[in-house]
């Protein structure tokens, strides 16, 4: 069945990396623009970054800019949250979210996608 699977949250000190995975299944992901969001319980969701099909377009969110890197392998059906420099206030449900959008296109809004993980924790904290 149609599914995306993140992992590679956790805890980890101020300073430090942790890289997010989003795996695919069940549909073809290479004509998929793929967009990372978070959510803390409280406040509406946040786009943090988006990649396109193609990975010809990238944007990220300027709380993350300089911070953040996503990237995509589409042999592995799987994209990357590449996270350095952590902040406490990175803290929070990371979500993938998969949206056929055009191929040099992708959104850091919530509407288009249509595939949603199940999301996965990360807490930065000493």
């Known amino acids: 069945q149609l599914q995306l699977v993140e992992s590679g949250g956790g805890l980890v000190q101020p300073g430090g990396s942790l890289r997010l995975s989003c795996a695919a299944s069940g549909f073809n992901f290479d004509y998929y623009a793929v967009a990372w969001f978070r959510q803390v319980p409280g406040k509406g969701r946040e786009g943090v970054s988006c990649?396109?099909?193609?990975?010809?377009?990238?944007t990220h969110a300027d709380s993350v800019k300089g911070r953040f890197t996503i990237s995509r392998d589409n042999a592995k059906n799987t994209v990357y949250l590449q996270m350095n420099s952590l902040k406490p206030e990175d803290t929070a449900v990371y979500y993938c979210?998969?949206?056929?959008?055009?191929?040099?296109?992708?959104?850091?809004?919530?509407?288009?996608?249509?595939?949603w993980g199940q999301g996965t924790q990360v807490t930065v904290s000493s």
């Open positions: 979210a998969a949206g056929g959008f055009p191929a040099t296109i992708c959104s850091q809004e919530s509407a288009g996608y249509d595939y």
């Open positions: 990649i396109s099909s193609s990975g010809s377009s990238r």
